[in-house]
């Protein structure tokens, strides 16, 4: 059986192992005042059958109509074709919910698209729109065959996919599977095992990061499986009906300091300059917040530069993507370490939300602050999955557990900015999980609409399943 097909294994812990795993604040959607209780709603629990997903993940991407959209890892109603080792595990699901309408009072949730092996299962990253209103992801795995994907490597390979939207008068979307990834032979180049969400360029080209695959034999340390590639899949042109694969960068190509082995979303900013993560690689070897330039003028090779490497005591273990916000300040979290010499170390479960500020005219250094470390008794711990801003540069996110061992199963939070001239961040629990019919582990990034912080956890829930919930702070 898949080490992922086991329900409540979840993506996100293999996410946090992996490896051993924008937008600007200026787009966000503003949030009403702060009422004084938060309201938190179950809009969905996933049951795992034959008709709806179980274990959603990553988050959720706002589309047209006021629509969401978001992924469960497994569920769906093909689990039979999707064969792993002589066991049989659900496929796994790309899910629509819909606001009320007219007469209709409750959130809609419905599935769009039910993986059936060659195709892809176990989609692994946040989706992404382009300009149209298709969704693009990709999955862990599929059956494609031991000569596309050896598991001597260790890992599945997966595809990437677009679903086109549905026709006037039709609800059906329609997939395809735009690229295969392998790591046999020189595909290895190519890279394999998405963990992270993709951007789309102004191209309307694809790039995004594998954790696995690239290069062996430079400064990665992982000789065997890789440390990674940045990639870019090109639309097809004239008679063409493949995308196509292009290298931007390798992981470990950039001395013995280089990022390692990315597994979250990446960030576009407005120059077409690519952010990211990694939990492991950099300085002091826990992890990077790294930066990948275009081309200048004339040329064609980008350039890899580690924007921040963590120690312990400002973080330790990046996870999730940036954001960044109007002025290039770069925010993000780490799920472990942070200035408490209880938490510096790594060995207990805290964490810090961080921002970078850009280097001074003249300068290359930037500058890091912790804005909030986590592990008190009543808090969070391990933010995990990325932050979203409202106009007021408040911050929202969620945390993956409690610190210790406090029986926390999960956190969202509200950190809003000093006032008065101080210089003291403040948080706000607006939800503890307890793991009944609200969930736990919550995964992925909140995503802000209409006034609303929308959700979803990845196991707990009435089924076991997952929840997708709403907060109103």
């Avoid at 200048?296 to 490497?309: C, K, L, N, R, Y």
């Amino acid at each position: 059986m898949s080490r992922l097909s086991q329900p409540h294994i979840g993506l996100n812990r293999l996410r946090r192992h992996a490896g051993v795993h924008a937008c600007a604040i200026s787009c966000l959607l503003s949030l009403a005042p702060a009422l004084a209780d938060p309201q938190f709603t179950v809009l969905h629990q996933f049951t795992s059958d034959r008709t709806d997903g179980g274990n959603p993940i990553d988050g959720l991407i706002p589309g047209e109509s006021g629509k969401l959209y978001g992924v469960t890892f497994q569920g769906g109603k093909n689990p039979l074709r999707c064969l792993i080792n002589g066991s049989t595990s659900q496929c796994g699901t790309v899910f629509e919910l819909s606001a009320p309408r007219g007469s209709r009072t409750q959130f809609k949730e419905r599935p769009i698209q039910l993986f059936s092996g060659h195709d892809g299962f176990e989609p692994s990253t946040r989706l992404v729109s382009d300009s149209s209103g298709a969704l693009y992801g990709a999955t862990l795995s599929s059956s494609g065959g031991a000569k596309h994907c050896t598991m001597s490597k260790g890992f599945e390979c997966g595809v990437v996919y677009k679903l086109t939207p549905a026709a006037p008068g039709s609800s059906k979307w329609t997939p395809t599977v735009l690229h295969r990834f392998s790591n046999v032979g020189e595909r290895f180049k190519g890279g394999y095992f998405l963990l992270g969400g993709m951007v789309v360029d102004k191209s309307g080209a694809l790039i995004g990061t594998t954790n696995a695959g690239g290069s062996t034999s430079n400064h990665c340390s992982d000789k065997f499986a890789g440390c990674g590639v940045v990639f870019r899949l090109t639309p097809p042109t004239g008679n063409e009906t493949e995308w196509k694969e292009t290298v931007l960068y390798t992981f470990g190509d950039n001395g013995p300091n280089d990022a390692e082995k990315p597994d979250a979303a990446i960030v576009m900013d407005a120059d077409g300059a690519i952010y990211g993560t990694t939990q492991f690689g950099g300085p002091g070897v826990v992890g990077t917040v790294w930066k990948l330039t275009p081309p200048a003028e004339g040329q064609s090779s980008w350039t890899e530069s580690i924007v921040h490497g963590f120690s312990g005591p400002d973080g330790f273990r990046p996870f999730g993507p940036v954001l960044i916000d109007a002025k290039g300040a770069i925010y993000g979290g780490t799920i472990q370490g942070g200035p408490d010499p209880n938490c510096a170390s790594g060995t207990f479960t805290c964490g810090v939300v961080y921002k970078l500020t850009p280097p001074r005219k003249g300068k290359t250094e930037w500058t890091e602050t912790v804005l909030h470390q986590f592990g008190s008794p009543n808090d969070g711990a391990s933010p995990d999955f990325g932050l979203v801003a409202d106009a007021n540069g408040n911050l929202f996110g969620t945390t993956g557990n409690g610190p210790g061992n406090n029986g926390v199963l999960g956190t969202a939070f509200e950190l809003s900015p000093p006032t008065g001239g101080g210089k003291t961040w403040t948080e706000k629990v607006l939800h503890t999980f307890t793991g009944g019919s609200d969930g736990k582990t919550p995964s992925g990034g909140l995503v802000l609409s209409n006034g609303a912080l929308f959700g979803v956890a990845e196991a707990g829930g009435d089924f076991l399943s997952g929840t997708l919930f709403m907060i109103k702070p």
